[in-house]
C-alpha cells in the first residue's frame, strides 16, 4: 500500500503503520539500539520468522521509516536505520513502553 492509500486521520495512519504484529518492536530496536542488521533483529526478536521479518523491514522502508544501507563488503552486509520521519517516532515509542509498564 503506499502513501495515498493510508487512512487519511492521523492516529489511524500512524496506528496502520506500526499496528502490524513486529513492526512497533522493529521500530523500538532501532530507537533504543540504532542502525542494526537482519541478524540482530532475528537475534533480540525472538520467535520472528524470517520472512515476517523482511516484509515488516520492507514495508518500514516503503512508508520511509526506515532506509537500508548496503555496504559493499564480502559477503554483503546491509543494515537498517531510522530515517527523519522514523526518528520522529521516538516520542511515541516511549510513551508505548511507558503506559505499557504503568498497565501491568
Not at 486521520?9 to 499496528?19: D, E, Q, W
Not at 540482530?40 to 520511509?64: C, V, W, Y
Request: glycine share 6%; net charge positive; hydrophobic share 35%.
Amino acid at each position: 500500500m503506499n502513501n495515498k492509500n493510508l487512512p487519511l486521520c492521523p492516529v489511524s495512519r500512524t496506528a496502520f503503520i506500526i499496528g502490524s504484529r513486529w513492526t512497533s518492536e522493529i521500530i523500538r530496536e532501532l530507537v533504543d539500539h540504532g542502525a542494526r542488521r537482519f541478524s540482530d533483529f532475528q537475534e533480540s526478536l525472538t520467535g520472528i520468522a524470517p520472512n515476517t521479518l523482511s516484509n515488516r523491514l520492507k514495508m518500514l522502508e516503503d512508508h520511509g521509516v526506515i532506509e537500508r544501507s548496503i555496504y559493499d563488503t564480502h559477503p554483503p552486509r546491509s543494515e537498517y536505520a531510522l530515517t527523519e520521519k522514523g526518528r520522529k517516532m521516538r516520542p511515541i515509542i516511549d510513551a508505548m513502553r511507558t503506559w505499557g509498564r504503568q498497565s501491568d
